[in-house]
């Protein structure tokens, strides 16, 4: 067996041109599927990070009744004793915070002119201590504990619709929970750019104890945890799970990835344009290589019929193009693996800036990640490529007549 | 002596064709017609006769990679036309071994490897091949030269290498294809006196095809062929005609 692996080897370079180019065209696939790819795990890494961090957490609890049915009244599927659940889950293994949420709506007004919202309550000390950093232009954050009027952090888009500036004030109408309408009256702190226009045209952020008293009620909408890491996120689901057992409420948890639709598209999105490109670089290798290995075995007619005439079985004439095939996909593999990583190395060291992703205005560094499961992935691609490329030359070789083979010039 | 090989009315028809796909018109041409030949163990035999008249297409049949048209050949008392493909190889593998007069040597394997090579198809065990290619190449006399490859090697020693692979595997017969063809006088009588010592020192079954008069001059048994049929056998004619 080591002989004919040697025998597969050493023919691999009889023609080193052609081997040469054949290396180089799957290398190159390799290094460029593994820098689109590693520059999609990127994208995708980052908005992952981005979304986390932005507010959503890695792990959320709400009340079962929340995904059950629609609220009649505000608050009304929210959590009663929030800090009794807060303390349930506080001291699982990873949780690095607990921060109460809000979620409410209404109308914001400058006096002349009324503007829809999609408001958030927030503790502002909890969400600091997670690192949920609102992305402020202008201002500052929300003060943990305001002396007197309620401050509020609005949306550049709203910001500009409304015509206000930080240190302007606007009022806030919400219904209650009682289904009364009520109002309360804030001062602009900060004005915030998430990135994302159709977000910051509805974006109102107002301190929790504001939002409970705008909103009467005691109740929150659900308690974001923030964990040491996200890989950690599956572990912490599962032991946070049976925490939540016992309580009042029937409680529910989600994890981030749950939560996270646009994360989830975007991602599904480069997932498709991954597998789109590997499947050009599959037939690229693929009818190239077939070319090449056909000529290989013309070549080589006299030496596989004396093969064939010492009794060589004619399978074994099939493992041998298709070994040498899989070595070469093997060799390329590692060419590209190489190629790629070190480009992968000089682009991140570049500086270079690629155009917003869709929905976003703030360009993106250009960096590329090295995923071991894109590495693996793109040299089994090429490799299974070369090697169905080897079956036609294959069979060919081996049915050749020995006779007629053996006279071949 | 214990008959090897028998050639029994065999003929070959090859078919041609017009080279129109859509078209064809075939029409045959004959290399070999009904042809008999006896060949006992031990035997050093010639085959002779000008080119085009059914040397190598009487080797390529009783060496199993070519199929007559009719008649029936027996190697080693086994009908060849009732075995499959992959009897046959067999059959080649353990039997038979060749010699081309192109040598045919696997380009990318030094010396032993190629003399290993028929070892290797029959699964023989590590230790074994390296003593029976030490031994191969020792009675060739290119022990010195087993880790070169085939280019570096002189057409002669070539050769050598090839009869080496030949032999290695104790096949109970030994083809050779025009064996001096490719090699000047000085090779060409170095290798017919090692074939020839070959076949009285291990007692191998040596059939050749040649239209070479030296190596004729050393062959108590010359076949010849005319254009495809034997037209002299000197072991039957007493070589009146040989």
């Not at chain 1, 952020?205 to 923030?226: C, E, F, H, K, Y």
């Not at chain 1, 992935?377 to 070789?397: D, E, F, K, M, N």
Request: net charge neutral.
């Amino acid at each position: 067996m080591a002989k004919f692996l040697l025998l597969a080897f050493r023919n691999i370079f009889r023609n080193r041109r052609r081997t040469l180019m054949t290396l180089l065209m799957v290398g190159g696939g390799v290094a460029g599927l593994l820098l689109a790819g590693g520059y999609f795990a990127f994208m995708t890494h980052g908005l992952r990070e981005d979304t986390i961090n932005s507010g959503l957490g890695h792990l959320q609890i709400f009340t079962a009744e929340h995904f059950e049915r629609d609220e009649n009244r505000v608050l009304d599927t929210g959590i009663d004793n929030w800090r009794q659940v807060a303390a349930s889950v506080k001291t699982g293994e990873h949780v690095r915070g607990i921060a109460p949420r809000i979620d409410f709506y209404g109308m914001v007004s400058n006096g002349a002119k009324a503007v829809g919202f999609m408001g958030s309550a927030v503790d502002p000390e909890a969400e600091k201590s997670l690192g949920f950093v609102s992305r402020i232009e202008t201002g500052r954050d929300l003060d943990p504990k305001p002396g007197g009027e309620v401050e509020a952090l609005i949306g550049k888009e709203l910001a500009k619709s409304m015509n206000v500036n930080v240190g302007d004030g606007l009022t806030v109408l919400a219904m209650t929970s009682d289904g009364a309408l009520n109002g309360v009256d804030v001062q602009i702190v900060g004005i915030v750019n998430s990135g994302a226009p159709e977000r910051d045209a509805r974006y109102l952020r107002i301190t929790l104890p504001a939002a409970q008293r705008l909103l009467q009620s005691d109740r929150i909408t659900n308690l974001v945890v923030g964990l040491d890491s996200t890989e950690n996120t599956d572990q912490a689901y599962f032991e946070m799970m049976p925490r939540l057992n016992g309580l009042p409420q029937r409680m529910e948890l989600k994890k981030w990835i749950d939560l996270a639709t646009y994360y989830k598209q975007v991602n599904s999105m480069f997932n498709g344009i991954f597998l789109f490109m590997g499947i050009i670089v599959f037939f690229m290798v693929l009818m190239s290589s077939v070319n090449t290995l056909l000529m290989s075995m013309f070549e080589r007619t006299r030496e596989i019929g004396t093969m064939l005439a010492m009794g060589t079985p004619r399978a074994w004439i099939v493992a041998l193009f298709m070994l040498e095939a899989t070595l070469l996909g093997a060799m390329g593999a590692v060419i590209g693996l190489a190629a790629g990583n070190l480009l992968g190395m000089l682009l991140n060291s570049s500086g270079l800036h690629m155009p917003p992703p869709p929905g976003y205005s703030v360009p993106m560094p250009f960096r590329v990640r090295h995923v071991p499961v894109q590495m693996i992935g793109s040299s089994l691609l090429v490799i299974v490529s070369l090697a169905l490329a080897s079956i036609l030359p294959a069979i060919r070789a081996s049915r050749l007549r020995i006779a007629e083979a053996l006279s071949h010039v | 002596m214990q008959e090897l090989v028998n050639v029994e009315a065999v003929s070959r028809r090859f078919a041609l064709d017009n080279g129109q796909a859509r078209h064809p018109v075939h029409s045959f041409v004959s290399a070999l017609s009904n042809a008999n030949l006896h060949v006992s163990a031990g035997e050093f035999l010639a085959i002779s006769g000008p080119s085009g008249s059914g040397k190598t297409t009487l080797l390529n049949l009783i060496g199993c990679v070519d199929q007559p048209t009719s008649g029936r050949i027996l190697v080693d008392g086994v009908d060849t036309s009732k075995l499959k493909p992959g009897s046959m190889a067999t059959l080649r593998r353990e039997k038979i071994g060749f010699v081309f007069q192109t040598f045919n040597l696997i380009p990318v394997f030094t010396a032993a490897e190629n003399v290993e090579y028929p070892l290797l198809i029959q699964q023989v065990g590590s230790r074994e091949r390296r003593s029976r290619v030490a031994e191969a190449l020792e009675s060739v006399g290119l022990s010195a030269r087993a880790q070169q490859r085939p280019d570096l090697l002189s057409g002669g020693e070539r050769q050598r290498v090839a009869v080496a692979r030949a032999i290695v595997h104790r096949p109970a017969l030994v083809l050779a294809d025009e064996p001096t063809a490719n090699l000047d006088t000085h090779n060409a009588t170095q290798l017919i006196d090692l074939m020839h010592g070959l076949n009285q020192r291990l007692g191998l079954t040596f059939i050749f095809s040649t239209h070479d008069a030296r190596l004729l001059e050393h062959t108590e048994r010359i076949v010849r062929l005319c254009d495809g049929e034997v037209v002299s056998d000197n072991s039957i004619d007493g070589g009146s005609r040989g």
